[in-house]
Structures are given as structure tokens and as C-alpha cells.
């Protein structure tokens, strides 16, 4: 019998953080060249940006900001998917180098969501990051559809208060 509840929903997205930053330093330099195919089956958004501008982002990633191509987010700096400049260098603050919390972004129908951004790969000397988010509503979905669902909101899924990082 699977184990249940929130530890095995963290341990699920630890898995999905690991598989994602492992295909990734395996691919030379952000160049996603077969390893596309897996990291679009994620189903969490998974993105690469250099200099806070998206050079790609998977399926599951452009559908959750609302977009219908990969194409519609791709050089756009990440600002643009922010509510506003407050909340993109609050959060820029709290994950950068490597670190998480809980955003409020725009979706391209400028309706807003919360989901929590975690960078897990840096190279500060080129700009470059490697970027998951996901959002309360799919993690639930998820655990649902892997039948682990007990309390979700213990997870890292905790908001912060006043704006602090996760």
C-alpha cells in the first residue's frame, strides 16, 4: 500500500524536483534537445531563464499562465508575469540563487494565482536559472489522481506572511 498524507505528497515533488534538475544538468547549457519530450510530461511547470527573460517552459508552464504556445512566453521578461514590480523583486529576493516561496502572478487573461516558485539551479555568473512552480490547485489535483491526498496545506504550501519568503 503507497503511503499517504502530506510527507508523501513532498516526497512526490522532491522526486519531480530532482528528475527535472537532474535532465537538466544533463542537457548543455539550458539546450533541453531530448529531454524536451519528459520534461513537458511533468505535471508541474518547469522553465529556464536567463536574466529573469524565459528562454523555455514546458507544456504544463505555459498553460498555467494562460497561454495556448510555448511561443506566446518565451522572451518575455519574467515582470510580465508578476501582478506587479513589488511582488517580481519580492520574490526575485526570496528564491534567488536558489530558494522558494509563494507568488502572486498574472495569467495572460490578467486574472490572478497563486503558486508557489521555486528556483532549483543557478549559475549567477551567466544569469541563468532553472525555475519549477506549481500551484495549490494542481498540487491537489495531483495528489487526488495519486490517491495521497490527506492535508495538503501542511506541505510547503504554508502562505507567508507579509510577504516573507518561504
Known amino acids: ?23 537538466t544538468k544533463r542537457s548543455k547549457n539550458a539546450e533541453i534537445k531530448g529531454y524536451e519530450e519528459i520534461l513537458d510530461a511533468l505535471p508541474i511547470g518547469v522553465s529556464i531563464f536567463n536574466s529573469r527573460i524565459c528562454m523555455w517552459i ?9 497561454f495556448k504556445s510555448r511561443q506566446e512566453i518565451i522572451g518575455k521578461n519574467s515582470l510580465e508575469l508578476y501582478t506587479d514590480r513589488t511582488e517580481y523583486e519580492r520574490v526575485g529576493k526570496c528564491i534567488y540563487p536558489e530558494g522558494i516561496t509563494v507568488a502572486k502572478v498574472k495569467k495572460n487573461n490578467s486574472s490572478e494565482k497563486h503558486v508557489v516558485v521555486r528556483v532549483i539551479h543557478s549559475q549567477p555568473e551567466t544569469g541563468e536559472a532553472m525555475v519549477i512552480f506549481y500551484s495549490m490547485e494542481d ?17 510547503v504550501f504554508d502562505q507567508p506572511e507579509n510577504g516573507k519568503c518561504v
Not at 6 to 17: A, F, G, N, Q
Not at 59 to 64: A, D, E, N, P, T
Not at 140 to 151: F, N, R, T
Open 139 to 155: 498540487m491537489i489535483y495531483l495528489c487526488k489522481s495519486i490517491c495521497i491526498c490527506d492535508s495538503i496545506r501542511e506541505l
Open 1 to 23: 500500500m503507497p503511503p499517504h498524507g502530506p510527507e508523501s505528497v513532498k516526497t512526490h515533488i522532491d522526486m519531480l524536483e530532482q528528475l527535472t534538475l537532474q535532465l
Open 58 to 66: 514546458n507544456h504544463f508552464g505555459y498553460r498555467l499562465f494562460g
